[in-house]
């Protein structure tokens, strides 16, 4: 049974520039949520995706932006990086949204912009 | 205010003592609560979820206090593979909305 896979695990860009990140939830999860974890700083939340649509959303620019697939899969864009973006960006899977379990996250893509 | 603040220790204790640290949130409508642990570059793991009345699970029990809008992690008899850090997490009114606290670090030394 497969966990939360993350693509690609490191990646480094320049300012200005735009990166997708995929994960693959856990088997049996439909709700994909995305953090992004500064060095020293705990996992701030960026949206989660139900069924295809964003249902809710963190303190964060329109530059980032989501996707969701038919098979629960997601994607998360970041658009005109800043070197602020630096960070491990983490997606979490979880059984349905709102339910009370725990989330289980991928082991992150960790982004670089120079 | 931050949503949830914890201590940032970090924390250095010797293996075998007992250590304790909290959480606060500001939203009074949160619903739920659990610690996840961290390891240093992986990502974070459910150590336990925070019920009203208190629960515990072997060496570690965690508390919630909703009249002053704290909850805790107390570990006793700690061990080396206790050090990571821990963090504070809150499920507000919105379900779908899970917030993380910035982590307490814990160090435990032979």
């Known amino acids: 049974d497969a966990g939360v896979t993350q693509s690609p695990t490191h990646l480094i860009k320049t300012r200005g520039q735009q990166v997708t990140l995929r994960c693959s939830p856990k088997s049996g999860h439909d709700t994909v949520s995305w953090y992004q974890q500064a060095l020293g700083q705990g996992p701030q939340f960026i949206f989660q995706?139900?069924?295809?649509?964003?249902?809710q959303r963190g303190n964060f620019p329109d530059r980032f932006s989501g996707h969701q697939f038919p098979n629960y899969s997601s994607e998360l864009n970041v658009n005109a990086l800043l070197l602020g973006d630096s960070a491990l960006y983490l997606c979490?899977?979880?059984?349905?949204?709102?339910?009370?379990?725990?989330?289980?996250f991928g082991e992150g893509s960790r982004l670089t912009v120079l | 205010r931050k949503e949830v603040e914890q201590d940032p220790g970090p924390f250095n204790v010797p293996e075998g003592a007992t250590v304790a640290f909290n959480c606060t949130y500001s939203n009074s409508a949160s619903q739920s609560f659990f610690w996840y642990r961290q390891d240093c570059r992986k990502e974070p793991k459910l150590l336990m979820s925070v019920y009203s009345s208190g629960n515990e699970d072997g060496r570690f029990t965690a508390q919630l206090n909703r009249a002053s809008q704290y909850i805790s992690l107390l570990i006793r008899d700690s061990k080396l593979s206790d050090s990571a850090t821990y963090l504070c997490?809150?499920?507000?009114?919105?379900?779908?909305?899970?917030?993380f606290g910035s982590g307490t670090r814990l160090s435990i030394r032979p």
């Open positions: 979490a899977s979880s059984p349905v949204a709102g339910g009370p379990g725990e989330l289980f």
């Open positions: 995706y139900y069924e295809e649509e964003e249902r």
């Open positions: 997490v809150e499920r507000g009114s919105s379900a779908s909305k899970i917030i």
